[in-house]
């Protein structure tokens, strides 16, 4: 098939390009670069041994996307591309309801002119808020709280109704727990801007002596060590995902799902410190800190319908993710000593 990735010079765009490519696929990359960089793309280039097609371009420029559709035929687009700071949406939410919202609207209307209507949309474990049950399941209430979150939930519900619209979309929204690691090559990963908000990139970066400590955001959860549980996914079993969501809608006559993609397994603060300690062979000093607002106690998939209806379940261990993750750190943060 041809693929069109948007956002896919990103963390996740990125692994799944490599992913999609190994199985025969032709990948065109549409991306602004606003949060990645080009250097991904030679790299790609190494791990895959295929040439990389990129335009270089915003989902919002409706034009260019439609030429792009028109001129690679292409045959389904995966959606990534989109703004992603949590704490950001709230200082700036015009920005990702523009980015996120009104670019997805100008990608589906580019989209629908050109008769391309296979999408597999990057949608989050956000969009369900609190849990009022785990694991949490696609049936459990969404109720977002922040503005990033807010745009996922409004998006899947645009998605919803264009399919309720037209039987013949075939689009799958999947809801991403915690994607952490990296290609085993160590060439591509996470590389956040500035000083990182997520756990895994800020241990990696305590691990290479970049920053001091980790603080700890609370040990008092009602959870067994009192530290936040999460549900942390490899970035290449979420890769695999793909694959399988692809697949899947190719032969099914669903115009519109929702699935969550995480390992089922909730992990804490302080086990994750211990075994990237252990794989690192790195001390990771830390400090117990206040409790980050907004955050919530505990958050793992239910992730039986993935493997029910596409086969799909995740592989890697935790030992992998941290293993992986420093790998990557190793080869990619020297930059910041500098
Ligand atoms: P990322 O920031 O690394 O990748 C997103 C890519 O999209 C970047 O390369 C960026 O330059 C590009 N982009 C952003 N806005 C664009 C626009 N208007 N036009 C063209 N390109 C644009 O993020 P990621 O971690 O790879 O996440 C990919 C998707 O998955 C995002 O939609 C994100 O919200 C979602 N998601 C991520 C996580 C996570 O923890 N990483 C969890 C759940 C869902
Ligand atoms: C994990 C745990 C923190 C940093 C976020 C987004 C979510 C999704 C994934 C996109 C929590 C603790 C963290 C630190 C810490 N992204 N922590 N010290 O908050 O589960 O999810 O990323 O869709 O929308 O909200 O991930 O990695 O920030 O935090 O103690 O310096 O680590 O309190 O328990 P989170 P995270």
């Given at each position: 098939m041809n693929i069109l990735l948007?956002?896919?010079?990103g963390y996740i765009g990125s692994h799944t390009a490599v992913v999609l490519m190994q199985e025969g696929h032709e990948v065109i990359i549409f991306d602004n670069f606003s949060n990645s960089k080009r250097s991904v793309l030679n790299r790609l280039e190494k791990i895959t041994g295929k040439l990389i097609v990129c335009i270089d371009g915003d989902i919002r420029n409706r034009s260019l996307v439609k030429q792009t559709l028109q001129y690679y035929k292409i045959d389904a687009v995966l959606h990534f591309a989109g703004l992603k700071a949590v704490g950001e949406s709230s200082e700036d939410p015009l920005a990702y309801y523009d980015n996120n919202v009104a670019g997805t609207i100008s990608l589906l209307m580019a989209m629908k002119s050109c008769s391309v209507k296979i999408l597999i949309f990057s949608s989050s474990a956000t969009v369900y808020g609190v849990p009022h049950y785990l694991p949490i399941d696609e049936k459990h209430p969404t109720d977002p709280e922040s503005p990033y979150g807010k745009t996922k939930l409004q998006i899947e519900q645009i998605l919803s109704d264009l399919a309720k619209s037209d039987s013949s979309w075939r689009i799958f929204a999947l809801r991403y727990f915690n994607p952490v690691g990296a290609h085993e090559s160590g060439l591509i990963g996470e590389d956040p801007n500035g000083?990182?908000?997520?756990?895994m990139p800020y241990i990696s970066q305590v691990a290479y002596g970049i920053l001091d400590k980790l603080k700890i955001?609370?040990?008092?959860?009602?959870?067994p060590d009192g530290t936040g549980v999460r549900d942390y996914i490899h970035v290449m079993d979420l890769a695999e995902g793909h694959l399988a969501a692809l697949d899947y809608v190719g032969n099914h006559n669903e115009a519109f799902s929702v699935m969550n993609l995480g390992t089922g397994n909730g992990c804490s603060v302080l086990e994750l410190v211990n075994l990237y300690e252990y794989e690192a062979s790195k001390k990771i000093p830390y400090e117990i800190s206040a409790r980050r607002t907004g955050d919530i106690a505990a958050c793992y998939a239910n992730p039986e319908m993935a493997f029910l209806k596409m086969g799909w379940k995740s592989k890697k261990t935790l030992r992998e993710m941290c293993f992986d993750s420093w790998r990557w750190a190793s080869t990619s943060l020297q930059k910041h000593k500098d």
């Amino acid at each position: 098939m041809n693929i069109l990735l948007t956002g896919g010079a990103g963390y996740i765009g990125s692994h799944t390009a490599v992913v999609l490519m190994q199985e025969g696929h032709e990948v065109i990359i549409f991306d602004n670069f606003s949060n990645s960089k080009r250097s991904v793309l030679n790299r790609l280039e190494k791990i895959t041994g295929k040439l990389i097609v990129c335009i270089d371009g915003d989902i919002r420029n409706r034009s260019l996307v439609k030429q792009t559709l028109q001129y690679y035929k292409i045959d389904a687009v995966l959606h990534f591309a989109g703004l992603k700071a949590v704490g950001e949406s709230s200082e700036d939410p015009l920005a990702y309801y523009d980015n996120n919202v009104a670019g997805t609207i100008s990608l589906l209307m580019a989209m629908k002119s050109c008769s391309v209507k296979i999408l597999i949309f990057s949608s989050s474990a956000t969009v369900y808020g609190v849990p009022h049950y785990l694991p949490i399941d696609e049936k459990h209430p969404t109720d977002p709280e922040s503005p990033y979150g807010k745009t996922k939930l409004q998006i899947e519900q645009i998605l919803s109704d264009l399919a309720k619209s037209d039987s013949s979309w075939r689009i799958f929204a999947l809801r991403y727990f915690n994607p952490v690691g990296a290609h085993e090559s160590g060439l591509i990963g996470e590389d956040p801007n500035g000083t990182p908000n997520n756990l895994m990139p800020y241990i990696s970066q305590v691990a290479y002596g970049i920053l001091d400590k980790l603080k700890i955001y609370g040990n008092d959860y009602d959870t067994p060590d009192g530290t936040g549980v999460r549900d942390y996914i490899h970035v290449m079993d979420l890769a695999e995902g793909h694959l399988a969501a692809l697949d899947y809608v190719g032969n099914h006559n669903e115009a519109f799902s929702v699935m969550n993609l995480g390992t089922g397994n909730g992990c804490s603060v302080l086990e994750l410190v211990n075994l990237y300690e252990y794989e690192a062979s790195k001390k990771i000093p830390y400090e117990i800190s206040a409790r980050r607002t907004g955050d919530i106690a505990a958050c793992y998939a239910n992730p039986e319908m993935a493997f029910l209806k596409m086969g799909w379940k995740s592989k890697k261990t935790l030992r992998e993710m941290c293993f992986d993750s420093w790998r990557w750190a190793s080869t990619s943060l020297q930059k910041h000593k500098d």
